[in-house]
């Protein structure tokens, strides 16, 4: 099994929708979870972290995390095609300030 | 902010010649650094894990006598690629953690080196 699984896409909504991004990870013990987005030929940009149970937010983006289920995932409102990147999500490799080890990204497409 | 500054951004040589690339933090002290690699359309591949002053560590499959990482001080990363092959060609991104307040989550990435082995 994979440690870190994404759909990797491409996933295609229109402007002004809501994107759901989905992740899961294999490793119980992992602490810290993140979202870069990535444009081709860049280096990925931080979106969020989370590391408590539940839901947090900044600005259109929502990350939830249920670490009973080991499930991840991004929400981003009102999607604009400047959204449109791949999006990685990436997992502690264990404790806190390991390395962080990367799902393969979903492709997101925001059509105008 | 944090800034890791990342070079060369693109670097084109020749099979069989080694390439050095450099990853310095500009503003913190990375008293760590994660070098990953990523072939086109694929994920962030890490490679290793180097404490400053302390020999890397390397992920399974990654030849440490290939790819020759220096951490020696707490603002300067290299990564070697000795005798380099086509293969090679890549994406090699450097991450930096440090003891820095003002970052958000203590993962600072360089801007990538975009590795071509003709």
């Known amino acids: 099994q994979k440690e870190v699984e994404q759909n990797s896409g491409p996933l295609s909504v229109p402007e002004g929708a809501i994107a759901s991004l989905n992740c899961t990870y294999s490793?119980?013990?992992?602490?810290?979870f993140f979202w870069y987005r990535q444009y081709s030929g860049k280096s990925p940009e931080l979106i969020m972290f989370?590391?408590?149970?539940g839901d947090k937010e900044d600005g259109r983006f929502t990350a939830q995390l249920n670490k009973a289920s080991q499930y991840v995932s991004l929400l981003i409102r009102d999607s604009q095609p400047s959204d449109s990147a791949t999006y990685l999500c990436?997992?502690?490799?264990?404790?806190?300030?390991?390395?962080?080890?990367f799902g393969k990204g979903t492709t997101l497409s925001v059509s105008s | 902010g944090a800034v890791v500054s990342q070079h060369p951004s693109w670097v084109i040589c020749k099979s069989g010649t080694s390439v050095k690339i450099e990853c310095r933090s500009l503003?913190?002290?990375?008293?760590?650094m994660f070098w990953y690699r990523q072939f086109p359309k694929k994920s962030l591949m890490l490679m290793a894990t180097?404490?400053?002053?302390?020999?890397?560590?390397?992920e399974q499959g990654v030849e440490k006598d290939k790819f020759l990482i220096n951490h020696a001080s707490l603002t300067l990363s290299t990564l070697t690629v000795t005798s380099a092959h086509p293969e090679d060609s890549s994406f090699y991104i450097c991450?930096?953690?440090?003891?820095?307040?003002?970052?958000?989550?203590?993962?600072?990435f360089g801007s990538g080196t975009r590795l071509t082995v003709v």
């Open positions: 503003d913190f002290q990375a008293t760590t």
């Open positions: 490793d119980r013990g992992s602490q810290s």
């Open positions: 991450s930096a953690r440090g003891l820095l307040r003002a970052t958000l989550n203590g993962y600072t």
């Open positions: 989370i590391y408590s149970n």
């Open positions: 180097s404490n400053e002053g302390s020999k890397a560590t390397y």
């Open positions: 990436a997992v502690n490799k264990g404790q806190a300030g390991t390395a962080l080890i």
